[in-house]
């Protein structure tokens, strides 16, 4: 086994413990946040690896502690991609400041985001996890959907074994483009899902998708537009992906049930609301709607009054 081990500052401020509670029922073999430490399986080029991470610091002077464990010695250009990684997981670069003022006006959301000081939205290791994640929760509750995203790691994933355990990885375009539909429906996913996850990492090892072009365009308009040609991704699966792959703070899934019910909870006292009045309230929090649709999430999940 081998061990390397980094230390990383984050923008303050920043609570790890509240921005890592979105993890606690996650599956122990593949990410979860348990007893103030959350450990992930990472791929970085086929090498494999376990990220454990725990904060060493305060929320006003965040610091994290990284440690690396894997089976075989990493060369040090993948050990040196660990650190934006990490960045890119916990949105350590996020400032949160000018969010908190800008919402300032909302009295609800203001309560709420005092007592979720500190708080950052997670981001996936790469967009092309979100997207699938995000194909798979289509139109089945998040519970069904978890099962099948684990089955999909567990079945498709690289896997190491880290003091007597094993942990897998999310499976990477590679891993997933060239299996028998068969294979993917066995995790779960109907035949529909099944062909648009395929076809989504045949087309990028193909070139004919540039997750890393998408990635640069600078207007989030734009990257659902081009997002929404890819074929099995509408409105809603592009803009939960973006906001959960490139933190792109401005998407929010206004068709997405779960959220409609959380923002009723807090702003129409629990009655049915559309996407559009959904789209309505998210207004008033500009340029920052997704972060501000985690806040409400996070709020409900935690039982935060108001």
């Known amino acids: 086994m081998y061990q390397s081990t980094f230390n990383i500052n984050a923008n303050a401020p920043f609570d790890f413990d509240l921005s890592c509670?979105?993890?606690?029922?996650?599956d122990k073999n593949i990410r979860k946040y348990s007893n103030n430490h959350f450990w992930q399986a990472i791929d970085i080029n086929q090498e494999i690896m376990l990220l454990y991470v725990e904060s060493?610091?305060?929320?006003?002077?965040?610091?994290?502690?990284?440690?690396?464990?894997?089976?075989?010695?990493?060369?040090?250009?993948?050990?040196?991609?660990?650190p934006p990684l990490v960045h890119k997981i916990f949105n350590l670069g996020l400032d949160v400041?000018?969010?908190?003022?800008?919402?300032?006006?909302?009295?609800?959301?203001?309560?709420?985001?005092?007592?979720?000081?500190?708080?950052?939205?997670?981001?996936?290791?790469?967009?092309?996890e979100s997207l699938v994640d995000s194909i798979v929760e289509q139109q089945i509750s998040l519970k069904a959907a978890h099962?099948?995203?684990?089955?999909?790691?567990?079945?498709?994933?690289?896997?190491?074994?880290v003091h007597g355990k094993k942990y897998y990885s999310y499976p990477s375009p590679e891993d997933l483009a060239y299996l028998d539909l068969q294979k993917l429906r066995d995790c779960g996913l109907s035949?529909?899902?099944?062909?648009?996850?395929?076809?989504?990492?045949?087309?990028?090892?193909?070139?004919?998708?540039?997750?890393n072009s998408i990635g640069k365009i600078s207007s989030t308009p734009k990257m659902i537009?081009?997002?929404?040609?890819?074929?099995?991704?509408?409105?809603?699966?592009?803009?939960?992906?973006?906001?959960?792959g490139l933190s792109r703070l401005d998407a929010i899934p206004a068709d997405d049930i779960a959220l409609q019910r959380t923002i009723s909870?807090?702003?129409?006292?629990?009655?049915?609301?559309?996407?559009?009045?959904?789209?309505?309230?998210?207004?008033?929090?500009?340029s920052w709607r997704g972060l501000a649709g985690y806040y409400l999430i996070v709020a409900e999940l935690m039982n935060i009054k108001i």
Do not use: C
């Open 147 to 161: 099962s099948i995203q684990n089955r999909l790691i567990k079945r498709f994933g690289l896997s190491l074994e």
């Open 265 to 286: 909870h807090f702003y129409r006292a629990g009655e049915k609301i559309s996407s559009e009045e959904v789209r309505e309230i998210a207004s008033s929090w500009g």
């Open 21 to 26: 509670i979105i993890f606690s029922d996650g």
């Open 225 to 244: 537009e081009e997002i929404t040609k890819i074929r099995g991704i509408g409105v809603w699966t592009a803009e939960l992906a973006l906001l959960r």
């Open 191 to 211: 035949f529909r899902k099944a062909e648009y996850i395929r076809d989504l990492s045949l087309n990028i090892l193909k070139g004919n998708i540039n997750l």
């Open 56 to 82: 060493v610091g305060s929320v006003e002077k965040p610091e994290l502690k990284v440690e690396v464990d894997s089976e075989e010695e990493l060369f040090p250009e993948v050990l040196n991609t660990v």
């Open 97 to 128: 400041h000018p969010f908190y003022e800008d919402v300032n006006h909302d009295k609800i959301m203001n309560r709420i985001t005092s007592q979720l000081h500190g708080l950052k939205n997670p981001s996936t290791a790469t967009l092309y």
